[in-house]
């Protein structure tokens, strides 16, 4: 099933995935996240924002696009996903926006209460998977570093996954009481989620932040 793919700005990886863009998923850039997807060899088919923080604003209005105010309510990554959700897209994979300015994290994650969580979530720093019940990690090294945590502020789960240092068994998962910096004890990883909750599932690409 087709998806959307937002490319936004702020921490973004070095790479994604191959094949994480398919045969038609619908490719969104919010403001500098053209200059993510750019880097990383990303086709794009609209380009959303006040266009403040790009690098490449000429090239963007020669490229399908829509402009916003620049002073608005609105993140420009908020507006990319009411544009997906917009054009029917009920699922998407957000790339980059993983940090720098603490309140623009914070207002990108305060987005998934509204909107829903990214099925997944690249950044420079994680890979961030979403787990609706179960989902079984494979090809896993022991000892790798995982965290997990809830999709909102305001959300909680019950999860159980077992191949953990420190395993969890129905352990309630909010904000206060998330597993940070857990370490897995076999190739692969059971996450499940008690009665079809959801969750984040989030593994380091860098054991070293700059």
């Known amino acids: 099933m087709s998806k959307a793919i ?4 702020g921490g973004a ?3 994604i995935p191959f ?3 398919q045969k038609g998923d619908y490719v969104i850039a919010a403001d500098s996240g053209y200059d ?3 880097k990383l060899g990303t086709h794009v088919d609209l380009c959303v924002g006040d266009f403040d923080s ?4 000429n090239e963007i209005q020669n490229r399908v696009h829509e402009r916003s105010l620049r002073d608005k309510d609105e993140s420009d990554t908020e507006l990319a996903i009411k544009k997906a959700i917009s054009m029917g897209y009920d699922s998407y994979c957000l790339v980059g926006g993983g940090g720098f300015r603490m309140d623009h994290l914070f207002a990108t994650f305060s987005l998934f209460d509204r909107f829903g969580p990214p099925d997944l979530w690249y950044t420079g720093y994680e890979e ?3 787990v609706r019940g179960y989902q079984r990690f494979e090809g896993l090294k022991a000892g790798r570093h995982v965290s997990l945590f809830p999709t909102s502020f305001t959300k909680e789960a019950f999860i159980t996954a077992k191949q953990l240092q420190w395993p969890l068994e129905n352990h309630r998962l909010s ?6 910096s857990n370490r897995t004890t076999d190739s692969f990883l059971d996450v499940f989620a008690k009665q079809g909750g959801v969750l984040f599932v989030s593994f380091p690409v860098a054991d070293k932040l700059p």
């Open 6 to 9: 937002i490319y936004t700005g």
């Open 13 to 15: 990886p070095a790479s």
């Open 19 to 21: 094949g994480l863009v």
């Open 36 to 38: 993510t997807a750019r």
């Open 54 to 57: 790009t690098s490449l604003s």
């Open 128 to 130: 961030v998977h979403l």
């Open 175 to 180: 904000m206060d009481t998330l597993s940070l």
